[in-house]
């Protein structure tokens, strides 16, 4: 295959796929928040008799923004944090911190962050914390579920809840009947983007979509929900196979979903693509209007240069800009 033809199937010049960056800390994040009650159940065999669902979860982005600041992430740090206020049955109040390291992070201060951000909300908001720490990186990922310092005569052991993407087989998963453990499932599949033919990445897409929609519990907007998410996160370029899989959701609910899982995508992606527009023409129009503003200052001091004795620095004062702005001007006069 020559290099065009390489590029043209969607490979960059090495042959490798040119898999685009699909934000997946984002998508996590969103469909981790939809679902957090199964997650909990997931994570906890105790779940519903131990946390009260039916009084609400409330999610504290802003508090976390205040215990992990932008400051304290590297530039290609991709996170999917959540903080999360539940409660108890027997009515106290719990508040979970859900640290989700992305695809392959190995950061070996993993530990000592989670351990440092748990400390900081106990000391900000004086509440204990329950952490979580989700791995969604290959086998060669480097994990923990415990933080340990121990000095001469002084030690510290912090043990956190701690849970990667393949401590499960897939057929343990599959028979799970918890739609978090098909978004665990969709995680692992993700990895294998261009690893394996897309076809097999398509036919391990509908098996997750059609044991989702085997379990009869979750309503059609869970479902539509979630399968935009499963299209996006195992990410397909082929139209054609696309399209298979969108008519295969149609048959297999039955033709409850009556609108197309690409069609609610596409219309996304339109909303989107309208919305990146409007941003990109107020661009444009406030690029225009500072280029006017430009025009018209140097227009100023052109004339205040031709027409008067003043100084650089009278000028810069006169028309409110810099000496350098000035000096700029009279040297493009020079020129001509």
């Not at 031709?306 to 000496?323: K, L, M, N, R």
């Amino acid at each position: 295959m020559s290099k065009d033809s390489k590029q043209s199937a969607g490979c960059d010049s090495a042959g490798k796929p040119n898999i685009p960056h699909r934000k997946n800390d984002e998508l996590l994040k969103g469909i981790f928040k939809e679902n957090f009650p199964d997650f909990l159940r997931f994570m906890y065999a105790e779940a519903d008799q131990l946390f009260d669902f039916p009084k609400g979860i409330a999610f504290l982005d802003k508090e976390l923004l205040k215990i992990i600041p932008d400051r304290d992430r590297k530039s290609n740090t991709r996170i999917a944090d959540l903080l999360v206020k539940v409660y108890l049955l027997d009515g106290a109040e719990r508040w979970l911190l859900v640290h989700t390291e992305i695809e392959g992070g190995s950061d070996p201060n993993f530990s000592f962050r989670i351990f440092q951000y748990n400390y900081r909300i106990l000391d900000r908001y004086q509440v204990a914390v329950e952490t979580i720490a989700i791995f969604t990186g290959d086998d060669k990922q480097v994990r923990s579920g415990k933080y340990v310092y121990d000095g001469i005569k002084t030690s510290h052991h912090f043990n956190y809840l701690s849970y990667h993407i393949l401590d499960h087989e897939e057929g343990e998963l599959l028979a799970m009947d918890n739609i978090f453990a098909y978004i665990v499932l969709a995680c692992r599949k993700a990895l294998l983007e261009g690893k394996v033919p897309e076809e097999e990445l398509a036919a391990d897409r509908s098996t997750i979509a059609r044991a989702l929609i085997d379990t009869q519990k979750y309503d059609k907007d869970r479902i539509i929900s979630f399968l935009i998410f499963l299209k996006n996160f195992i990410f397909i370029r082929d139209n054609e196979i696309n399209s298979i899989f969108d008519t295969y959701i149609y048959e297999v609910t039955g033709g409850t979903i009556d609108m197309g899982v690409l069609e609610i995508v596409k219309r996304q992606e339109r909303e989107y693509g309208l919305a990146k527009g409007r941003i990109e023409e107020r661009a444009r129009a406030e690029a225009e209007r500072k280029a006017e503003r430009i025009a018209k200052e140097r227009s100023f001091i052109r004339n205040l240069i031709s027409q008067t004795d003043f100084s650089d620095q009278q000028i810069a004062s006169i028309a409110e800009t810099t000496v350098a702005i000035v000096e700029d001007v009279r040297a493009e006069i020079a020129k001509k």
